[in-house]
């Protein structure tokens, strides 16, 4: 009988360290007992903004802590199992503390990438926009399998997906496409995918069946809300409505509800046709425009964003962050990273977390094939 592999407990002990390191857990429970302080405070609630903020910041801060002393709380359980274990060894025995071993780690590398968004708006709904880009019909078509994609990825995650505009191809797929996806760490997640996307394979619109390459873009941004304050003067503001197309039911489609809000000091342009009143589709596209203002403002005041945001560009050659090739091999690489998997279709069925996880946690590209780039 085989024997398994040893648990490597002082590693397990390192990566605690540097989690206590990195959470700081005396700085947070002081900040915790702050804010509970003031929640028991009678007058607590006479502001409903702030106290929801401060509402959030307590869970924010208790899904740091709790998580961080279960962890703790099962290596130790663990090393009691695997002492027991020695003592008494039998494959059931064994066979239960692998798999607990394996269960804490990757409840520990979980915990881990969640810690790495430690920024306050990686916690954020996202707000993705998709765009074709080199390639024609081909494009228009990826990007509708990238939609596709990342709608998978979302259910995967537990997110909520809401279409907030769309523009079909003029033969096929779509030229752009809006969604805001919904849950805890969605834009800390989503901001890994920020790129150009490459795509190689036989065209389906060409009845030679050549090799065609495509190319489609996904930009992301934090949804803004109440916490964070964004002024926007109306006389500003150029706001047009027209009929909504593509996707949609009939009450949408037939009615001048889709409503475009443009910033005339920026040019930013924001859309929205999902909802029947025109009233909730301009709600909604002010606050995609809100966002974008809000992440404009970032990236100027911090000059290494642009390691996450990426240049403004052609969407095309020498820009992807990452190559899907269906022919004449299958491989998807991410090209800032090295991390790569032959199953494409699990990846284009929305399995990315790999390829996230690699990113957030700042592992650098290795043998990178150079007509990947």
């Given at each position: 009988m085989a024997t398994a592999e040893p648990i490597d407990f002082q590693a397990l002990d390192n990566r605690l360290v540097q989690l206590r390191r990195f959470l700081d857990p005396d700085k947070l429970k002081s900040r915790l007992a702050e804010i509970e302080a003031r929640m028991a405070e009678g007058d607590f609630w006479?502001?409903?903004?702030?106290?929801?903020?401060?509402?959030?910041?307590?869970?924010?801060?208790?899904?740091?802590?709790?998580?961080?002393?279960?962890?703790?709380?099962r290596v130790a359980d663990l090393k009691a199992l695997a002492e027991l274990t020695a003592e008494d060894p039998s494959p059931a025995g064994e066979k239960e503390l692998a798999a607990e071993a394996h269960s804490v780690e990757a409840a520990l590398a979980a915990f881990e990438i969640?810690?790495?968004?430690?920024?306050?708006?990686?916690?954020?709904?996202?707000?993705i926009?998709?765009?074709?880009?080199?390639?024609?019909t081909e494009a228009c078509d990826w990007a509708n399998m990238m939609l596709r994609m990342y709608q998978r990825f979302a259910e995967r995650e537990g997110f909520k997906?809401?279409?907030?505009?769309?523009?079909?191809?003029?033969?096929?797929?779509?030229?752009?496409?809006?969604?805001m996806v919904k849950g805890e760490y969605a834009y800390g997640y989503l901001k890994a995918e920020r790129g150009v996307h490459r795509l190689v394979r036989m065209s389906p619109f060409n009845s030679q069946g050549k090799r065609q390459t495509s190319f489609a873009s996904l930009d992301v941004?934090?949804?803004?809300?109440?916490?964070?304050?964004?002024?926007?003067d109306e006389k500003d503001l150029r706001v047009d409505v027209y009929r909504a197309g593509g996707h949609g039911g009939q009450g949408v489609n037939t009615t001048d509800s889709a409503v475009r809000?443009?910033?005339?000091?920026?040019?930013?342009?924001?859309?929205?046709?999902?909802e029947r009143s025109q009233i909730k589709n301009k709600a909604s596209a002010l606050?995609?425009?809100?966002?974008?203002?809000?992440?404009?403002?970032?990236?100027?005041?911090?000059?290494?964003?642009?390691?996450?945001?990426?240049e403004k560009g052609?969407?095309?050659?020498?820009?992807?962050?990452?190559?899907?090739?269906?022919?004449?091999?299958?491989?998807?690489?991410?090209?800032?990273?090295?991390?790569?998997?032959?199953?494409?279709?699990?990846?284009?069925?929305?399995?990315?977390?790999?390829?996230?996880?690699?990113?957030?946690?700042?592992?650098?590209?290795?043998?990178?094939?150079?007509?990947?780039?």
């Open positions: 006479n502001d409903s903004q702030k106290a929801q903020v401060a509402i959030a910041e307590s869970n924010q801060i208790k899904a740091k802590l709790n998580p961080a002393k279960e962890l703790e709380g969640k810690i790495l968004l430690s920024d306050p708006i990686d916690a954020k709904n996202a707000i926009s998709l765009h074709a880009g080199a390639g024609g997906v809401e279409v907030l505009d769309i523009l079909s191809g003029e033969e096929a797929g779509i030229k752009t496409a809006t969604l941004i934090a949804e803004v809300t109440d916490d964070i304050e964004i002024e926007i809000v443009t910033h005339l000091p920026t040019g930013l342009v924001a859309t929205c046709q999902n606050g995609v425009l809100k966002s974008r203002l809000y992440e404009l403002e970032k990236d100027k005041k911090r000059a290494e964003m642009e390691k996450y945001y990426g052609e969407i095309g050659w020498g820009r992807q962050i990452r190559s899907y090739v269906l022919q004449p091999y299958q491989m998807v690489k991410d090209l800032r990273t090295g991390e790569q998997t032959g199953d494409v279709q699990a990846v284009l069925d929305g399995d990315l977390e790999k390829f996230i996880e690699a990113f957030l946690r700042g592992k650098k590209r290795t043998d990178i094939d150079p007509d990947d780039e």
